[in-house]
């Protein structure tokens, strides 16, 4: 239940799979944030001969001047039996994709000029950062060294899921829980983490003199720490771990950063990760360093500033961490 002082708002389980498209649809604008294009089109991907599949959605992301990237879209309830549909849904979407690209970028190419918002988006996009129109932009994204990524949107996550997820493929997989709300008179609420906003922190207008973080350059993770686990674990065993990671960032990290709690409020010590593990039979990750920490100048927090004490885990880049005089230059 959520609740209120004059509302009081209990779970509304979607029923169908389209009732939760609809949802999703509503919500698409606050989940995937300003420089997504969700495209609500179902047409079957793969090559002749080849198994056919038919992904519910695709997303654009342009969030990245450098690496736009498509993901193929997997809406999906619970009480479907997730693990094992979700799982084998995904391969077959990946190898759809890598048999029959030409496919792939038909069907959102059409899907696109059926969208008119999202086409200008994306000729905005391409005029902006080289690209010599939509096409061109598409063949980018469609035909780069790495160009599969999965998202799955659910309405209820399972660990064993969101474990066998991260944990049996050699690409990208996302996740979104999306769970529905009601209200006695009718009225709908959404819960759910918009899409990768913990990736890029994009400050409002007049809120920082330095412009967002490109998602290409992040290659640093910053976690929040105790003192007690500071010093016994990320100092004495020269590893963190237990810490919840984005697909999608894996194989960028290079670098991890301690964010020291109050009273030390700052970043403290840099080390450079040599590789990233599953935590035990977990949905989480170990990072282990390749050497101590280095002691940095403090990264202090800016009291009562836009940019807050890290609380989870938070993205950046070495080079930003470098020149930054305090936190709010750090993200």
Known sequence: MLWTSDKRYTIEPFEREADLE????????????????????????????????????????LTSAREPKLYVVENELARHEPLKHIAVQILEFSLSFET??????????????????GLER????????????????????IYSEKPFNALVVIDELDPELEKAL????????????????????????????????????IPDEGQSSLPP???????????????????????GENRWYQIRIHSSMLPKIKHIAVYRVAPTSAITHIAAVQSVEQWKDTNKYVLNFSGPAKQIDPIKLVPKSAV????????????????????NEAF
Do not use: H, W
């Open 22 to 61: 609809t949802s999703i649809l509503e919500a698409k604008k606050e989940m995937f944030g300003r420089d997504r294009i969700y495209l609500d089109t179902k047409k079957k991907i793969g090559g002749r001969g080849a198994v056919l599949n038919i992904p519910d959605a695709f997303l654009i992301d």
């Open 100 to 117: 029959s690209p030409q496919r792939v970028k038909t069907i959102v190419k059409e899907s696109l000029q059926l969208n008119a918002e």
């Open 122 to 141: 994306c000729s905005r996009y391409a005029e902006k950062n080289g690209f010599e129109n939509v096409d061109y932009l598409l063949e980018r994204i």
């Open 166 to 201: 991260i944990s049996r493929f050699q690409f990208p997989v996302e996740i979104i829980e999306f769970k529905r709300f009601k209200t006695a008179d009718g009225q709908r609420l959404y819960q759910f983490e918009p899409f990768l906003a913990d990736v890029a922190y």
């Open 213 to 235: 973080l490109d998602p290409s350059e992040i290659d640093t993770i910053v976690v929040p720490a105790q003192d007690e686990g500071f010093n016994e674990v990320f100092i």
């Open 308 to 327: 807050k004490a890290p609380q989870a885990p938070r993205y950046t880049s070495i080079s930003r961490l470098n020149n930054a005089k305090n936190l």
